[in-house]
């Protein structure tokens, strides 16, 4: 008692004035005691009034003040109690907020109970529990004189009478004036006492039941009379600090006004101000209230009760969960501060809640779900919900109790205990007809009837705020999107628990995903834990951002515990959209106060948002502010993360976009840290090896007919999904490509030495053209190109790049001229750039072109199949290619004349095939150009430069007349 009553102490947040000494408890029914003047009760002086009513009332309370002997005093007790509960079983103060932490002239008399009751009745009635105590203590089963077998229990002697005194004082308590009374006639300690009696009367029946396989009716009729006592005496206590019933205290978990059976002495009213306008006044009173049970050991005594109750459901002894859920409740109440929470920790309070979050009996297990209404279902998901929100509410900034879930085998046990029902649905998906589980749309699966899918998106939701308040208070966790009130709680939450919380999260997730991965059905998830895992993901990623946010040092834990393999991981981004991510999108929907504003969703989030699910937005997002974070002197895990993603989403046009406008974004934002991080990696290698499997991709799939995709949901139910059209795959296709070359762009412009590194990278080469055959990016993948022909070779290294430079610019000849039709347009485009190379550095180009075989590939692309329509175009920007190559170069020219022979014979038989004897003015000027090495003029002076070319012009000039000559003949 003395450690509860300095754990007390440490709570108050200033000196409170002394209060009265607890008074002795009286001897005899209706003494009064030393201490106990009426007087001196809290004021003012209430009396029942005149009306019908409570003018019953004060007749029969004066009947049993007038009363002598002690039969008769019971009776008339007895019959006041019934009036009283009949009179006021509704009633709850009117304005409690004016009467909270003030007081009346002593001298004051109030007529009527408007905010309160007479103390003399309140002082009666708690004196009537001291009898109930010793009725309980004295009578049936006690801890001390347990009979051995559960036949030899007694009756306890409690009349329905007795019980009714306890509902007077629940409805009682519903008023700070009573309250006050309460307290100063030492009603606390009364109904603590009582509370302890009848827990280890209930202890000692368990015992029994424990012994015994089977139960006699006594001991069960026992134990539901220990149960009905209980749930009046939490309900005192409750209201005592919360000034409203626990029946209708938390609506956010449960109504639990559906638990109360109509022969429950527990009495229900609707709050009389609702939760969220509770004044200073009444926060100050129920701080003060709270002070006095935790003095009162009563919190030690909830503690008892939740393991007793445990222990029952586990032996499937109780199914009513009202007692359980009113304990919970009240023993919330009593969980605020470090002190508090740490005095709860010593007396095993951590291991009762982390107990709890787990399946609480068999009853409910899938073998037996046949036998279990919907309603009982709901039940236990608000019970396991309400256990995690005290569990937080009890761990919240404070080391020292997050450490102890971080223990070897809780993280273990804490991440099984939060996803047992899904285990639960999926066992029950197994045991049916496997072509009858598939989801429908208005249910999780067929056989799990009695859960519809907006019950478990609103379980999954609660479940997956509940889990983010271990980091952030729930309010922030739910909905703030104020940067600064965030700073601002966070700054009150101590730095050394949020990176432990980050971690411990971090390690529960990564658990939880490998019980879901159990869960797999052929290597694909049930809709329902895909709903249950996308939501959970979904919250914890927006919580670690807004971590990130105030504690920005913070990235490091992040790092060291795996956030990034666990954010884009198989069991998390990699989880495709589906037929259930509508469910999931409209179960979020309201929720997603942070994606409007993400950098990385602004610009595609309108365009792509059916095709990408919310999730991978989010972590995209969250990735890109990591990496971009002011004081992340390096950012290479942000970037590996963003790369291995990006290869593994090549099949993904629109995921694998907005990927590369991450990528765009955090060299914007971060280009030092962030081209470090390229080169370490070879991102840009990287990259661009996606953006080539996306055009093979795109060529293979352009002459693919469109998919039709059947979905059979169940026997009776078919629906059809429309996939993204063919034409619209391509155009996402296409975005991304230009994505992927426009970060190349980007990266050889802001890097001072980027377009060299590309230069001596061969695979970026090799990469570069391979692009170069989809027409739509022909022009912006030339411009790099000639780009890096354009860097001076400074050095050896430079010279041998170029030259291998060259020789994939050359492949690129064979490679459109390999089809049996010749691809005209991409020839004449390498023809043009070829040249547009060469003039930047003659001589230099002739020899490095020549070098690497450049004749040979020209020439082969006039033996092939022509384009009508762009055949000649390209017969003449080979010539004029060739003509350039040659200009003034003696070595060149021998080159060549090797190849093709002196006169160039070979090019003159591809010629005249071509022509078919019958060459065009354009060709005999292609040709008279060949022959002086530039452009040819007849006005004016010019020498011959090449020979071999008189010869060629020559000989097809004699072609040309010698069919022209037959021609006259036949004619003739």
Same mark, same amino acid.
């Given at each position: 008692m003395n450690l509860v009553r300095g754990v007390a102490d440490l709570l108050r947040k200033s000196p409170q004035p002394p209060g009265p000494p607890a008074p002795p408890s009286p001897s005899v029914r209706g003494g009064s005691f030393r201490g106990a003047d009426l007087d001196d009760a809290p004021a003012p002086r209430v009396v029942f009034s005149d009306s019908t009513e409570e003018g019953v009332l004060s007749t029969l309370w004066q009947k049993y003040e007038n009363a002598h002997d002690k039969e008769e005093k019971e009776k008339s007790l007895q019959i006041f109690v019934l009036q009283f509960v009949q009179t006021?079983?509704?009633?709850?103060?009117?304005?409690?907020?004016?009467?909270?932490?003030?007081?009346?002239?002593?001298?004051?008399?109030?007529?009527?109970?408007?905010?309160?009751?007479?103390?003399?009745?309140?002082?009666?009635?708690?004196?009537?529990?001291?009898?109930?105590?010793?009725?309980?203590t004295e009578s049936g089963t006690s801890p001390e004189s347990s009979p051995k077998h559960s036949d030899q229990l007694e009756p306890l002697e409690l009349s329905a009478e007795r019980l009714h005194v306890l509902e007077c004082l629940t409805i009682l308590t519903r008023s700070v004036h009573n309250c006050r009374v309460f307290s100063y006639y030492g009603g606390v300690q009364k109904v603590t006492s009582l509370?302890?009696?009848?827990?280890?009367?209930?202890?000692?029946?368990?015992?029994?039941?424990?012994?015994?396989?089977?139960?006699?009716?006594?001991a069960v009729e026992n134990t539901r009379m220990m149960l009905k006592i209980l749930i009046c005496i939490i309900t005192i206590i409750s209201n005592f600090m919360k000034l409203e019933p626990t029946a209708t205290r938390d609506p956010h978990f449960v109504d639990t006004t559906k638990y109360v059976r109509s022969s429950s002495y527990l009495a229900t009213v609707s709050p009389?101000?609702?939760?969220? +306008?509770?004044?200073?006044?009444?926060?100050?009173?129920?701080?003060k209230a709270i002070?006095?049970?935790?003095?009162?050991?009563?919190?030690?005594?909830?503690?008892?009760?939740?393991?007793?109750?445990?222990?029952?459901?586990?032996?499937?002894?109780?199914?009513?969960?009202?007692?359980?859920?009113? +304990?919970?409740?009240?023993?919330?109440?009593?969980?605020?501060?470090?002190?508090?929470?740490?005095?709860?920790?010593?007396?095993?309070?951590?291991?009762?809640?982390?107990?709890?979050?787990?399946?609480?009996?068999?009853?409910?297990?899938v073998s037996k779900h046949s036998s279990i209404s919907?309603?009982?279902?709901?039940?236990?998901?608000?019970?396991?919900?309400?256990?995690?929100?005290?569990?937080?509410?009890?761990?919240?900034?404070?080391?020292?109790?997050?450490?102890?879930?971080?223990?070897?085998?809780?993280?273990?046990?804490?991440?099984n205990s939060i996803s047992w029902p899904a285990f639960m649905i999926q066992e029950s998906h197994r045991q049916k007809d496997t072509t009858k589980t598939l989801l429908a749309l208005n249910s999780i699966s067929g056989p799990v009837h009695f859960l519809k899918i907006t019950e478990w998106n609103d379980y999954s939701l609660k479940l997956s705020i509940a889990l983010c308040s271990f980091i952030l208070p729930s309010n922030v966790v739910k909905c703030c999107s104020d940067e600064t009130a965030i700073n601002q709680i966070s700054a009150s939450i101590p730095s050394a628990y949020q990176e432990q919380s980050v971690r411990w999260m971090i390690r529960v997730l990564l658990t939880v995903f490998l019980c879901i991965k159990a869960c797999a059905w052929e290597s694909e998830l049930p809709s329902h834990i895909k709903i249950l895992a996308k939501t959970i993901q979904i919250y914890t990623i927006r919580t670690f951002r807004r971590v990130l946010v105030s504690a920005p040092a913070l990235l490091a834990a992040f790092r060291e515990e795996g956030v990034w393999d666990l954010i884009f991981s198989e069991d998390c981004f990699y989880v495709g959209s589906s037929v259930e991510d509508i469910?999931?999108?409209?179960?979020?929907?309201?929720?997603?106060?942070?994606?409007?504003?993400?950098?990385?969703?602004?610009?595609?989030?309108?365009?792509?948002?059916?095709?990408?699910?919310?999730?991978?937005?989010?972590?995209?997002?969250?990735?890109?502010?990591?990496? +971009?974070?002011?004081e992340n002197t390096y950012n290479l895990p942000e970037c590996s993360a963003l790369v291995d993603a990006l290869e593994h989403c090549v099949s993904d046009a629109v995921v694998a976009s907005i990927l590369l406008k991450?990528?765009?974004?955090?060299?914007?934002?971060?280009?030092?840290?962030?081209?470090?991080?390229?080169?370490s990696l070879d991102a840009i290698t990287r990259v661009l090896k996606v953006t080539c499997l996306q055009a093979q991709g795109l060529r293979n799939s352009r002459n693919l007919p469109r998919p039709e995709i059947t979905i059979d949901r169940d026997d009776s139910q078919t629906k059809n999904i429309e996939m993204t059209s063919p034409e619209d795959r391509t155009d996402h296709t296409l975005t991304c490509l230009k994505l992927g070359v426009n970060l190349l762009k980007d990266y050889v412009t802001i890097s001072s030495d980027g377009r060299i590194l590309v230069l001596h990278n061969a695979e970026c080469i090799e990469c570069l053209f391979n692009l170069f055959e989809e027409e739509s990016l022909r022009k912006q993948v030339l411009e790099q190109v000639l780009a890096l022909f354009r860097l001076p070779p400074s050095s050896a290294q430079d010279h041998a790049a170029k030259l291998h430079l060259c020789s994939k610019y050359l492949e690129n000849f064979t490679q459109a001229n390999k089809n049996e039709k010749v691809n005209s347009e991409l020839l004449i485009d390498l023809l043009v750039s070829m040249r547009e190379i060469i003039m930047m550095d003659r001589v230099y180009y002739q020899n490095l072109f020549r070098n690497e075989g450049c004749f040979l590939h020209i020439i082969s692309l006039l033996n092939g199949t022509f384009n009508e329509a762009t055949g000649e175009r390209l017969v003449l920007n080979v010539l004029e290619t060739l003509t350039l190559l040659l200009e003034e170069n003696n070595a060149s020219k021998a080159a060549f004349r090797v190849l093709v022979g002196v006169g160039y014979q070979t090019l003159q038989s591809l010629l005249l095939d071509y022509y078919k004897w019958l060459p065009s003015e354009r060709l005999l000027d292609a040709l008279l150009n060949m022959l002086v090495d530039g452009k040819f003029e007849i006005n004016e002076k010019t020498t011959i430069k090449n020979e071999d070319v008189v010869v060629l012009l020559l000989n097809i000039l004699q072609k040309v007349c010698s069919l022209a000559h037959r021609d006259v003949i036949t004619i003739l």
């Open positions: 006021f079983r509704d009633w709850g103060p009117y304005h409690i907020e004016e009467f909270v932490d003030q007081e009346l002239g002593s001298d004051e008399t109030v007529v009527g109970c408007s905010y309160g009751h007479p103390s003399e009745v309140i002082l009666i009635l708690i004196q009537e529990i001291s009898l109930i105590t010793s009725t309980i509370l302890k009696a009848a827990v280890d009367q209930l202890k000692a029946l368990n015992s029994l039941h424990a012994v015994d396989d089977q139960s006699s009716d006594q009389s101000i609702p939760e969220n +306008t509770i004044s200073d006044a009444l926060q100050h009173w129920q701080q002070i006095l049970v935790l003095e009162a050991g009563c919190v030690n005594r909830l503690v008892e009760l939740l393991r007793v109750i445990q222990r029952l459901n586990l032996k499937e002894q109780w199914t009513d969960l009202s007692l359980h859920f009113t +304990t919970l409740s009240t023993l919330r109440s009593t969980i605020s501060g470090t002190h508090a929470q740490n005095h709860f920790r010593s007396i095993g309070g951590l291991e009762i809640l982390l107990d709890g979050l787990g399946l609480p009996s068999n009853k409910f297990s919907r309603d009982e279902r709901d039940e236990i998901l608000l019970l396991q919900l309400l256990y995690l929100e005290i569990l937080s509410e009890a761990v919240f900034g404070n080391i020292n109790n997050l450490e102890f879930l971080c223990e070897n085998g809780l993280v273990h046990k804490f991440a469910q999931f999108h409209i179960g979020t929907e309201n929720q997603n106060d942070n994606v409007k504003n993400n950098r990385t969703a602004t610009d595609s989030q309108s365009s792509y948002w059916i095709d990408v699910n919310i999730l991978q937005v989010e972590a995209i997002s969250f990735l890109e502010f990591a990496a +971009t974070l002011n991450c990528f765009r974004v955090i060299l914007q934002l971060a280009t030092q840290q962030t081209l470090a991080s390229f080169k």
